[in-house]
Structures are given as structure tokens and as C-alpha cells.
């Protein structure tokens, strides 16, 4: 069942308060093991989010869905 997924692509956007290592290393694994392919350098904000990592955000997002999109 887990084949029918490799190659999936995958954005990533973690928030964490004071480090996000952890969380990048274990997403990072489950991705690998699942063979999916990052579609763009992942995202990290420490602390409080500001306007510019909230731009950041969106511009993940609508570069993820439109790599989703037929051609």
C-alpha cells in the first residue's frame, strides 16, 4: 500500500518556540522511508511568527498546490 506513494511530492512548514531539529529530523525520516520528494526547502520559524514568515508560509503553500496542478 505505502508503494503507491513514492514519489508523492511534500512542502514542509515547522513552528517551533525555541528549536525545531527534532522535528525536521523525524518528518525527514518518515519522508525518506516513504521515498516522497521535497518540492522546496523546508520552512522553520522560531519564536513568535512575523509578517515576513507568514509570507513565507504562503508562498510553501501556493508553490505546493500548484505543483499539484495538471499541466
Same mark, same amino acid.
Given at each position: 500500500?505505502? $508503494?503507491?506513494?513514492?514519489?508523492?511530492?511534500? =512542502?514542509?512548514?515547522?513552528?517551533?518556540?525555541?528549536?525545531?531539529?527534532? =522535528?525536521?529530523?523525524?518528518?525527514?525520516?518518515?519522508?525518506?522511508?516513504?521515498?516522497?520528494?521535497?518540492?522546496?526547502?523546508?520552512?522553520?520559524?522560531?519564536? $513568535? =511568527?512575523?509578517?515576513?514568515?507568514?509570507?513565507?508560509?504562503? $508562498?510553501?503553500?501556493?508553490?505546493?498546490? =500548484?505543483?499539484?496542478?495538471?499541466?
Amino acid at each position: 500500500m505505502l $508503494e503507491a506513494t513514492v514519489g508523492r511530492p511534500y =512542502a514542509l512548514y515547522v513552528h517551533g518556540n525555541s528549536d525545531t531539529t527534532g =522535528a525536521v529530523r523525524g518528518v525527514e525520516t518518515i519522508t525518506t522511508g516513504l521515498k516522497w520528494k521535497r518540492l522546496r526547502d523546508l520552512l522553520t520559524v522560531i519564536g $513568535e =511568527a512575523d509578517a515576513a514568515a507568514r509570507d513565507a508560509c504562503w $508562498e510553501l503553500g501556493a508553490s505546493a498546490a =500548484a505543483s499539484l496542478m495538471p499541466a
